[in-house]
């Protein structure tokens, strides 16, 4: 999170992804290659977001 304490439409749609993705890699019967896909984009959002 930002500390401004704004929190814009843009942020938020980065916290909706964040979730999504995360729920998504817990995902049983996910394929290798996808949980390696999720996973890095996940920290690239995250480094994105300053929660790196």
Same mark, same amino acid.
């Given at each position: %999170? /930002? ?6 439409? !843009? !942020?938020? /749609?980065? @916290? %909706? +992804? +964040? ?7 817990? !995902?049983?019967? +996910? !394929? @290798?290659?996808?949980?390696?896909? +999720? ?6 959002? @995250?480094?994105? %977001?300053? %929660?790196?």
């Amino acid at each position: %999170m /930002r500390p401004s304490g704004k929190f814009t439409c !843009a !942020a938020y /749609r980065q @916290e %909706m +992804l +964040l979730l999504g993705w995360k729920r998504q890699l817990e !995902a049983p019967g +996910l !394929a @290798e290659t996808e949980r390696i896909r +999720l996973a890095e984009k996940i920290r690239e959002l @995250e480094r994105q %977001m300053g %929660m790196d």
